[in-house]
């Protein structure tokens, strides 16, 4: 097993590491740009939509929808 060496200097233990800046670690005299995140696209469908028709997903709907009421109905 390893002995850790002790009354080390943090330079030692951290080296070259660079923390990034965040809201948690910045001064109010800093000048901090947080790092701009990709845009998500909207304009993805969904898996099942490309194997059902427009007309079909509104008919299908409809059929959920008066299942769920009869359903609830029922108790």
């Known amino acids: 097993?390893?002995?850790i060496p002790?009354?080390?200097?943090?330079?030692?233990?951290?080296?070259?590491?660079k923390e990034q800046l965040s809201f948690e670690n910045?001064?109010?005299?800093?000048?901090?740009?947080p790092a701009a995140k990709p845009a998500?696209?909207?304009?993805t469908t969904p898996a099942n939509a490309t194997f059902i028709t427009p007309?079909?997903?509104?008919?299908?709907?409809k059929a959920l929808l008066t299942l769920k009421l009869k359903l609830y109905k029922e108790g």
Do not use: A, H, P
């Not at 910045?26 to 740009?33: A, E, F, I, K, L």
């Not at 007309?55 to 709907?61: A, N, S, T």
């Open 1 to 3: 097993m390893i002995k």
């Open 6 to 17: 002790k009354n080390r200097q943090d330079s030692e233990m951290i080296g070259n590491f």
């Open 26 to 33: 910045v001064t109010d005299d800093d000048d901090y740009q």
């Open 40 to 43: 998500k696209s909207e304009t």
């Open 55 to 61: 007309e079909l997903q509104e008919d299908l709907g």
